[in-house]
């Protein structure tokens, strides 16, 4: 059966939902490929925060970068919307917003993130890609955000 923009945008908003919803990455993990070897990367320099600049790899990686987001960020109010759906390609990019804190630092910022999702034949995510505000995570990992 051949992949329709409808079944995109319905993976897509399915995984946006269930992360805005803070499920746990086991939960997560059930929208990533089983057939092709995923990988989750979130756009950086690694010196910034732990999940920066490194290629998670496979389900127990791409669980990792998961666990690693969890482990230092907390997020509220996150929604999701633009999705732009390319069929040809399978890849979906979508725009998200929501409010972050550096758990460690109790410093929080609004921010507007960009993910850029392929797919598989079955339509689960082969890669996982994020671009987002690493200098305001890097700020408020230091304690030093709204600093002047």
């Not at 392929?118 to 990992?141: H, P, R």
Request: aromatic share 12%.
């Amino acid at each position: 059966m051949p992949i329709t923009r409808d079944n995109l945008i319905h993976a897509a908003k399915s995984l946006c939902i269930d992360f805005a919803s803070k499920k746990d990455p086991d939960t997560l993990m059930t929208h990533f490929s089983v057939t092709h070897q995923c990988v989750a990367y979130e756009h950086g320099l690694p010196i910034l925060a732990p999940f920066l600049g490194r290629h998670f790899v496979g389900h127990d990686g791409v669980r990792d970068y998961f666990k690693s987001i969890a482990s230092v960020l907390s997020f509220e109010r996150m929604e999701f919307s633009e999705y732009i759906v390319d069929v040809e390609v399978q890849k979906v990019s979508v725009k998200g917003r929501a409010r972050f804190t550096w758990l460690s630092t109790e410093q929080s910022w609004d921010e507007i993130f960009t993910y850029v999702l392929d797919f598989d034949d079955d339509c689960k995510v082969t890669d996982y890609q994020v671009w987002a505000d690493t200098g305001a995570a890097y700020l408020a990992s230091k304690g030093q955000l709204g600093a002047s």
